[in-house]
């Protein structure tokens, strides 16, 4: 083993959409692991949008937790194998979840890393479908969006990690979806994966197609992007509507403070409409993490639900990846191929 690794930086906090030279690639030794922890080796990285928020100065969009500080490694979950383990219950070899940021190798607490199974399903998949952003719209779904049989749902950002198993959710519970992505190689994609309906948000007339595809209103709408998508899809809400709110990816990289909605009049709306809006973050449902496991788990094996991993190969690349990320460019679940591994 090498003694020294490549990690990259958060350089400088940037004001609208983030650009390379925010981040900074350098080099550093391998650090070692003390009493119950273990020296991990990164597989993949996951981009996900809530970083861009880490990047920001306090007053984060997406986040309560604080900034990454200046000068330190981008935070960012992982799934990694153990090198070097000072705690009993991990070895070389074993695959990891772990928030090792965005660099080879990491020094994490053993009570902080989640096993992960490489019999089970391909390990990046813990960082996705199985993962953090699969928990999100399981819990989405099953507690607030309830969908019922012939319900309308409607899934923003509906071919992202969060966005493409909450509409396929929506389908296996028999309600009519609309799922709503960038651009024509997506709306493919959530065609083949069933949703019955898939509109691009880009359209100049998105907003006449989606009252064309929700002539009966819309009873469930999952929140990923906020902005235009939102402001079309909330006055045709039905009354009892639910809203699960699992982000507003549109909001993040903007520099206005200006709130796009008339509060008076979302909050009379939620009133007179009996709307439910939930935001929520994904630990909230962690109660629902074994049904989650195993229902996935079982989709997965007979096909009820599809998903799609675009992966970008090198660390050093994690930035541009990150930029492609938050302005759509990916279809699917986004990653960072770090490094092979001791099995491959
Ligand atoms: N609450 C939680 O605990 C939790 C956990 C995980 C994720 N989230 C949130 O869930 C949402 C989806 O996350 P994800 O990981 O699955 O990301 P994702 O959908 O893979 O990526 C974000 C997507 O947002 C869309 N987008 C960005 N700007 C937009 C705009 N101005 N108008 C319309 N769409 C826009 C883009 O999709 P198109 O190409 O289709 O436009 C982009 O691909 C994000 O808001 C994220 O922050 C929340």
Known sequence: MTSRQTR??????????????????????????????????????????????????????????????????????????VVRSEDPHFGPGDVVSAATGWQEYGVVAATAVRRVDPDEAPVSTALGIRGMPGLTAYGAIREIGRPQRGETVV???????????????????????????????????????????????RDPAFETRLAEATPDGIDVYVENVGGRVWQAVWP???????????????????????????????????????????GFVFSDFE??????????????????????EDIVDGLANAPAAFLGMLAGEHLGKRLVRVSAGSGS
Request: some cysteine.
């Open 287 to 308: 109660h629902l993490r074994p049904t989650f496991e195993r229902e996935v788990a079982d989709w997965l094996r007979s096909g009820a639900v599809s998903h799609h």
């Open 155 to 201: 899934v923003a950002a509906a071919t992202g990690a969060v966005g493409s198993l909450a509409g396929q959710m929506a389908r296996l519970a028999g309600a009519r979806v609309v799922g709503i992505a960038g651009g024509e190689r997506k709306a493919a994609w959530l065609r083949e994966a069933g949703f019955d309906v898939a509109l691009d948000h």
């Open 8 to 81: 990259i930086l958060l350089a400088a906090r940037p004001d609208g959409a983030p650009r390379l030279e925010d981040f900074e690639v350098t080099s550093a030794p391998i650090p070692e692991p003390g009493a119950g922890e273990v020296l991990v080796r990164t597989l993949y990285l996951s981009l996900d949008p809530y970083l861009r928020g880490r990047m920001g100065s306090s007053a984060s969009h997406s986040s309560s937790t604080p900034p990454v500080a200046l000068g330190a490694v981008m935070e960012g979950g992982a799934v990694a194998e």
């Open 236 to 278: 045709r809400l039905n009354r009892h509507a639910r809203v699960p709110v699992c982000g507003v990816a549109a909001a993040y990289s903007t520099t206005s403070t200006r709130v796009d909605t008339d509060v008076a009049g979302l909050m009379s709306g939620l009133v007179t409409r009996s709307i439910t809006l939930r």
